[in-house]
């Protein structure tokens, strides 16, 4: 569980107990209920993360809404959209391995999260990882509930596949942006579960030099 959840749920539990005393256990029964709904929302279980060469894993739980092509900074990226409602879990993992590049956050306004115009003007957290030849940029962003993103990495460490990165608070949106070469391994409507969904393959520096090297002998056979 994330600690979050005892931050939470601990003040809630108190004031049950404070309420319970003063006046009956009835009244007692909301604040505890609500305690047990944020240990809950806070879980954070293990996942098996996939060992396959390229594969880029899920950075969250929830539901793929998008997949499609979009310019980002005058090139293609192929974008895959996760709507995380409040009750998927809510920690991030990284879709790759690689070294945290650039890590850029954006104050913004609290669309919901299943509105196209939030992947630009809501808050969110850009960050871009590079890893194995191949460059991928995901990002953290705020929905109608969110007020706060947490990101516990910093500009200079590496990252496994899968690994806990942050979390976003209550209902949310993350995007993954990634070369259009990509196999994509998912639709729209698939659910997902964070670090262990395949989203897509990227071609691996082995395999862009076996395609290099295809290519020269072919044009030598010509």
Do not use: C
């Amino acid at each position: 569980m994330v600690r979050d959840g005892y931050f939470y749920a601990f003040p809630l539990l108190a004031a049950a107990a404070l309420i319970g005393w003063l006046t009956t256990v009835a009244w007692a029964l909301v604040p505890v209920l609500l305690a047990v709904f944020f240990l809950w929302f806070f879980r954070d279980p293990e996942r098996v993360i996939p060992d396959a060469a390229g594969a880029v894993v899920s950075p969250a739980d929830g539901k793929v809404t998008d997949v499609s092509q979009v310019d980002v900074k005058g090139g293609r990226r192929t974008r895959i959209s996760i709507f995380l409602s409040v009750l998927d879990v809510h920690v991030n993992r990284s879709p790759v391995s690689g070294v945290v590049r650039d890590v850029y956050y954006q104050r913004g306004r609290f669309l919901n999260a299943m509105n196209a115009a939030s992947a630009e003007q809501n808050e969110q957290n850009v960050v871009t990882v590079e890893g194995d030849g191949q460059t991928v940029v995901f990002k953290q962003i705020a929905g109608l509930l969110a007020r706060r993103i947490v990101f516990t990495k910093k500009v200079g460490d590496r990252v496994q596949r899968g690994e806990r990165i942050g979390l976003i608070k209550f209902g949310s949106r993350v995007d993954v942006l990634i070369d259009t070469v990509a196999r994509t391994q998912v639709k729209i409507g698939d659910r997902v579960k964070g670090g262990a969904s395949l989203l897509a393959y990227l071609p691996t520096e082995a395999g862009q030099l076996a395609a290099v090297g295809d290519a020269q002998v072919r044009e030598g056979v010509r």
